[in-house]
């Protein structure tokens, strides 16, 4: 039986058009309960929502809170909230303050895949595709699942995927806000521990003894599995017996890994390597090196959970990605455009080195949009190294999302600290204008704010 927090008949999401919270806010939605819900902007996933019943503002006001909310039972409700809702948000303190039970989205997830098997895909890079690949490859090979996914999963047009009949449950165990703490995984993965999020952890140390304290909520025999390289928690061997600890990568002795890894007509072909199995020349239907990293793990995850080993073959050609990962827009004879989340140094530096793999010899051209001022300049040396790896540098503003500015930190900071002298900065407005006169190549739009916003402006541009 769940927790009486997964059987409410009112459901209020704070920060609903978030792409964890509109997957919990649709799961609800679908099993009959009210939804409803606050965001500052409407979205096409808003949109949908809307679409589908959900009654949805985005004004901060108690005015707007629907009716029915007000004359349901306090203790029929339940109040959901993101971590990056801001602590004088009117709603949510009117809503406390009159006793309903407020939780971060978070709680929530961990009650609701409490009484699942439950796969936790953690790492600081590497968890959408790794999450959403897990789901196809148990999806499409018959063992079936219910995913909560952090981007929509092109296969299915979603970042929700429901199986009554399976009590397997894929997630994204996120580690912004620590959230990933309210998990209690039967298997899991972790595929980075980069520094990120400093001003939640302070410092590096900090962020991977997070990622080891997740490590450690998994259930008595359940699977940890890291990739190759990560720093182990020392202890956790001696502390846990009953754990199986497994890593994965490229080559090595890695338990899980991809050996002889090749382009083949712009597509990537390897040999899955596994304990008692070996898979050759698998094709990944989707782009860049470091994705292949991620098929391993998925493939692994998958294997542990059930999946019969002649299934990976078809699961790995038939995936297609995920919205805003590595996404190819335009492939013509002028112009690859590719629309990538990417937000952090190694993200960047996968991104591009993924493009100049897959297209040698053709021109880069990048446009990227800095995501907060915290982290901008927490790593501003490791943005600028990465994007110094273009051939042509685009420069947006930074994207503020919860912050306020940081004097002396900005994107004019940040394009100073690039020894590549073919730079520009330009307000998003102006990127159509300077694309029409572009000539053949790739062009990479990166970052996690609303640079997404052009992608189907440029993709209509290019074509």
């Known amino acids: 039986m769940h927790d009486a927090m997964t059987h409410r008949a009112v459901y209020y999401f704070i920060g609903i058009g978030g792409i964890g919270m509109s ?131 092109t296969n299915y047009q979603s970042n929700l995927l429901l199986d009554a009949s399976s009590d397997l449950t894929v997630v994204e165990a996120d580690e912004f806000d620590r959230s990933f703490l309210t998990l209690s995984p039967t298997y899991a993965v972790i595929t980075s521990m980069d520094a990120d999020h400093l001003d939640i952890y302070g410092d590096a140390h900090h962020v991977e ?133 990417a937000h952090h140094p190694s993200e960047l530096r996968a991104c591009i080195r993924s493009a100049r793999e897959l297209y040698p010899g053709k021109i880069l051209t990048g446009i990227f949009q800095p995501h907060l001022y915290t982290r901008t300049r927490d790593f501003a ?3 600028a190294e990465s994007l110094n790896e273009l051939d042509h540098i685009i420069l947006l503003p930074v994207y503020p999302a919860r912050e306020l500015p940081i004097p002396g930190v900005d994107s004019q900071m940040l394009l100073d600290k690039i020894p590549n002298p073919s730079k520009k900065l330009m307000e998003k407005e102006r990127i159509l204008k300077e694309l029409r006169t572009i000539g053949p190549g790739v062009i990479l739009t990166m970052g996690a704010g609303d640079i997404d916003t052009l992608a189907e402006p440029l993709r209509d541009l290019l074509k």
């Open 209 to 341: 003894e997070s990622f080891h304290l997740f490590g450690r909520r998994l259930l008595a025999g359940g699977t940890l599995l890291m990739r190759s390289g990560l720093p182990t928690d020392p202890t956790l061997a001696a502390d846990r017996p009953d754990l199986h600890l497994l890593s994965y990568g490229f080559g090595g002795s890695a338990d899980y890994r991809a050996e002889n890894i090749r382009i083949e007509d712009g597509r990537y072909r390897f040999t899955f390597c596994a304990p008692d199995l070996r898979e050759e020349d698998l094709e990944l239907g989707l782009p860049g090196r470091h994705n292949v990293e991620n098929a391993v793990a998925a493939g692994a995850l998958a294997l542990l959970a059930g999946l019969p080993p002649d299934r990976l073959r078809s699961g790995f050609a038939s995936f297609r990605g995920v919205a805003r990962r590595f996404q190819v827009m335009v492939s013509n004879n002028k112009h690859i455009y590719i629309d990538d989340y």
């Open 23 to 153: 997957a919990l806010a649709r799961y609800f939605h679908l099993r009959g309960a009210f939804v409803a819900g606050y965001d500052r902007t409407s979205t096409p996933l808003t949109t949908e929502m809307q679409l589908s019943g959900m009654a949805i503002h985005f004004d901060d006001s108690v005015a707007e809170i629907p009716a029915l909310i007000l004359h349901t039972p306090v203790e029929d409700v339940l109040i959901v909230y993101t971590p990056a809702v801001p602590a004088d948000h009117r709603e949510l303190n009117w809503l406390r303050e009159r006793g309903y039970t407020c939780v971060k989205r978070s709680v929530l997830l961990g009650e609701v895949t409490r009484h699942t098997r439950c796969i936790g895909v953690a790492g600081t890079h590497g968890k959408t595709t790794t999450s959403a690949l897990t789901a196809h490859l148990l999806a499409s090979g018959g063992v079936g699942c219910n995913a909560f996914l952090g981007g929509v999963a």
């Open 381 to 383: 040396d490791g943005f």
